[in-house]
Protein backbone atom coordinates (compact mmCIF):
# COMPACT_ATOMS: atom_id res chain seq x y z
CA UNK A 1 0.00 0.00 0.00
CA UNK A 2 0.92 3.54 -0.61
CA UNK A 3 0.47 6.72 1.45
CA UNK A 4 -0.19 9.73 0.52
CA UNK A 5 -0.63 13.28 2.26
CA UNK A 6 -0.94 16.66 0.81
CA UNK A 7 0.15 20.08 2.65
CA UNK A 8 0.62 23.59 1.47
CA UNK A 9 -2.98 24.37 0.64
CA UNK A 10 -4.39 27.84 2.47
CA UNK A 11 -6.20 30.96 2.06
CA UNK A 12 -4.24 33.46 -1.14
CA UNK A 13 -6.18 36.61 -3.16
CA UNK A 14 -6.57 36.48 -6.43
CA UNK A 15 -3.30 36.73 -8.60
CA UNK A 16 -1.22 35.09 -5.62
CA UNK A 17 0.67 31.64 -5.69
CA UNK A 18 0.77 28.67 -3.60
CA UNK A 19 2.69 25.48 -3.47
CA UNK A 20 1.08 21.99 -2.57
CA UNK A 21 3.23 19.36 -1.30
CA UNK A 22 2.89 15.80 -1.70
CA UNK A 23 4.78 13.29 0.46
CA UNK A 24 4.56 9.37 -0.60
CA UNK A 25 5.71 6.47 1.54
CA UNK A 26 4.88 2.83 1.81
CA UNK A 27 5.56 0.63 -1.30
CA UNK A 28 6.22 3.28 -3.31
CA UNK A 29 8.68 1.13 -5.86
CA UNK A 30 4.90 0.61 -7.42
CA UNK A 31 4.37 4.20 -8.23
CA UNK A 32 4.96 5.02 -11.63
CA UNK A 33 2.91 8.34 -12.47
CA UNK A 34 1.71 10.89 -9.72
CA UNK A 35 -0.77 13.51 -10.36
CA UNK A 36 -2.99 16.13 -9.22
CA UNK A 37 -6.38 16.42 -9.14
CA UNK A 38 -9.13 18.86 -7.61
CA UNK A 39 -12.85 18.80 -6.98
CA UNK A 40 -14.84 22.18 -6.21
CA UNK A 41 -18.32 22.27 -4.30
CA UNK A 42 -20.71 20.37 -6.59
CA UNK A 43 -18.45 19.54 -9.55
CA UNK A 44 -16.97 16.40 -10.48
CA UNK A 45 -12.95 15.73 -9.42
CA UNK A 46 -10.87 17.02 -12.22
CA UNK A 47 -7.54 16.12 -13.78
CA UNK A 48 -4.66 19.25 -12.84
CA UNK A 49 -1.85 18.12 -14.08
CA UNK A 50 0.12 14.71 -14.04
CA UNK A 51 3.89 13.93 -14.12
CA UNK A 52 5.29 9.91 -15.40
CA UNK A 53 7.97 8.00 -13.72
CA UNK A 54 10.19 9.87 -16.91
CA UNK A 55 9.18 13.32 -15.98
CA UNK A 56 6.66 14.05 -18.83
CA UNK A 57 4.11 16.57 -17.80
CA UNK A 58 0.61 17.06 -19.04
CA UNK A 59 -1.85 19.79 -18.01
CA UNK A 60 -5.48 20.93 -17.72
CA UNK A 61 -5.82 23.35 -20.13
CA UNK A 62 -7.25 25.87 -17.48
CA UNK A 63 -3.93 25.89 -15.70
CA UNK A 64 -1.72 25.89 -18.16
CA UNK A 65 1.27 28.64 -18.35
CA UNK A 66 0.02 29.06 -14.64
CA UNK A 67 0.81 26.05 -12.63
CA UNK A 68 3.89 23.93 -12.69
CA UNK A 69 3.88 19.95 -11.38
CA UNK A 70 7.20 18.57 -10.49
CA UNK A 71 9.32 15.56 -8.87
CA UNK A 72 11.65 14.40 -6.66
CA UNK A 73 11.70 10.27 -7.29
CA UNK A 74 8.49 8.53 -6.00
CA UNK A 75 8.07 10.15 -2.92
CA UNK A 76 7.51 13.76 -3.15
CA UNK A 77 6.01 15.46 -5.60
CA UNK A 78 4.95 19.64 -5.84
CA UNK A 79 2.84 21.64 -7.65
CA UNK A 80 3.58 25.45 -7.99
CA UNK A 81 0.65 27.57 -8.26
CA UNK A 82 0.57 31.02 -9.57
CA UNK A 83 -1.47 33.75 -10.75
CA UNK A 84 -4.11 31.83 -8.78
CA UNK A 85 -7.55 32.36 -9.84
CA UNK A 86 -11.20 32.51 -7.72
CA UNK A 87 -12.22 29.54 -10.30
CA UNK A 88 -8.90 27.65 -8.76
CA UNK A 89 -10.86 27.28 -5.44
CA UNK A 90 -10.99 23.45 -4.46
CA UNK A 91 -9.97 20.70 -2.57
CA UNK A 92 -6.55 19.55 -4.17
CA UNK A 93 -6.02 15.67 -4.37
CA UNK A 94 -2.56 13.67 -4.59
CA UNK A 95 -3.36 10.66 -6.80
CA UNK A 96 0.06 7.69 -7.43
CA UNK A 97 -0.50 5.52 -10.29
CA UNK A 98 0.67 2.08 -10.95
CA UNK A 99 1.45 2.79 -15.06
CA UNK A 100 2.18 5.21 -16.41
CA UNK A 101 -0.97 6.94 -17.52
CA UNK A 102 -3.20 10.52 -17.30
CA UNK A 103 -5.93 8.13 -17.13
CA UNK A 104 -7.57 7.67 -13.18
CA UNK A 105 -8.01 3.45 -12.81
CA UNK A 106 -9.15 1.64 -9.82
CA UNK A 107 -5.97 0.85 -8.07
CA UNK A 108 -4.98 4.60 -8.33
CA UNK A 109 -3.83 5.90 -4.70
CA UNK A 110 -5.12 8.89 -3.15
CA UNK A 111 -4.44 11.25 -0.38
CA UNK A 112 -6.97 13.10 1.56
CA UNK A 113 -7.02 16.54 0.28
CA UNK A 114 -6.05 19.61 0.80
CA UNK A 115 -8.76 23.31 0.15
CA UNK A 116 -7.20 26.01 -1.35
CA UNK A 117 -9.41 28.84 -1.42
CA UNK A 118 -8.71 31.68 -3.90
CA UNK A 119 -10.38 35.71 -2.66
CA UNK A 120 -11.15 37.50 -5.13
Known amino acids: QVQLVESGGGLVQAGGSLRLSCAAS????????MGWYRQAPGKQRELVAVISSGGSTSYADSVKGRFTISRVNAKNMYLQMNSLKPEDTAVYYC???????????????WGKGTQVTVSS
Open 26 to 33: GTIFSINA
Open 95 to 109: NAKKRDTVVVRGDDY
